[in-house]
């Protein structure tokens, strides 16, 4: 919080010309509010000026925090002089970007990778965690992996997807995350960003041709342990992923996945998987809050669904989270799947 603090002047020190003068024509009371009013207007001013600076955000790997400290005051005790628009950058320990391309359609995206902290001389392979709506889901999962890793689950090597660069987060995933064009769905983000939707496909052909095969190439990663974690949008992308090319993931963390999309759209996508393929090799978890509403029956009844088809090779688990909404679901789901889909090894050995 920036903490304004008005010095009044005493009235035996001397005082300004312009003081002088309202002081003589207003009388004392009327000059004093006078005085304090241009004081708030100088803050206001220096507040509006400082938010119109132009700001250097980092990329969503980091977690840029903006000293926000109170100016220096005149007295006995002075405090330290520092830019309101200052920034300290805290970066995710272990933590660098990759800039990369899609290859069939030039846009441009960051790759957030964590590394183990043994990964420098351990030579051991690892699984491939791989998180899209960067702006949270990496943060979280870096912290949940800090905790977890060598003790309730193996350690991972975290790969995260940017938004594309140059494009509003929410016009990014609308068009990378949703299966089909919808553009009079009401419940996205806007009906502006919605004339871009259904170019799901498309992105996953960029994970699979350009993502997966840079990270493999440049890290160890464990060949059968590529996990996907999705949530709300890119749950919904998940199960897209599930619905065209199950094997390019070995597990699937799907959370509150946004089934209502267009009419439901998904249910129908899934009826013409089931056309044409009785098999479906995958690993998936799949979380709702119990207090997201619709969601929950949508979610349910899609499990159901993929439950009567038998698929063979599809392992399927699903779980409505007590007391959880839409935007406190993540964390506690992210956690869950993790220990779900890469256990540690003694901790399974000693369960088996």
Known sequence: MRHHIINTQNEHQPQPVLCRALHRVFGRSLFQVLSIGVALLCTVGSFYSAAAAPSSQSADARISQSVDAPRPIKG????????????????????????????????????????????????????????????????????????????DIED????????????????????DYTPTLAPTESGGHSLEVQQHSGQASQYIRFIK???????????????????????????????????????????YILGSPSLWYDNQVMFRLESDYAKRHNR???????????????????????????????YAGLSLQTKVLPGLTHHSAFAVLLTDGLQQAIPHLKLNSEQK
């Open 209 to 251: 041709t350009d993502v997966l095969p840079l990270i493999q190439q440049r890290y160890r990663i464990a060949v059968h342990k590529k996990v996907f974690v999705g949530h709300s949008y890119g749950g919904l992308l998940g199960i897209s992923i599930l619905l065209q090319d199950p094997t390019l993931f070995d597990a």
């Open 280 to 310: 479906m090799h995958a690993r998936v978890f799949m979380y709702v809050g119990s207090k997201e509403g619709k969601m929950v029956d949508d979610l349910q009844a899609f499990s159901k669904q993929l439950t009567a088809r038998r």
């Open 76 to 151: 006995p005790i002075a405090s330290p002089t520092v830019s309101p628009m200052a920034d300290s950058e805290f970066k995710i320990h272990n933590t660098h970007t990759l800039p990369i391309k899609a290859s069939h359609s030039e846009l441009a995206y960051e790759l957030y990778v964590r590394l183990p902290k043994d990964y420098a001389t351990s030579g051991k392979t690892y699984p491939m965690v791989l998180l899209n709506d960067t702006g949270y889901s990496m943060a979280v999962a870096s912290g949940i992996v800090h905790l977890m890793a060598g003790r």
């Open 156 to 175: 991972a090597i975290l790969v995260g997807i940017s938004y594309s660069k140059g494009h509003a987060p929410t016009l990014s995933r609308t068009r």
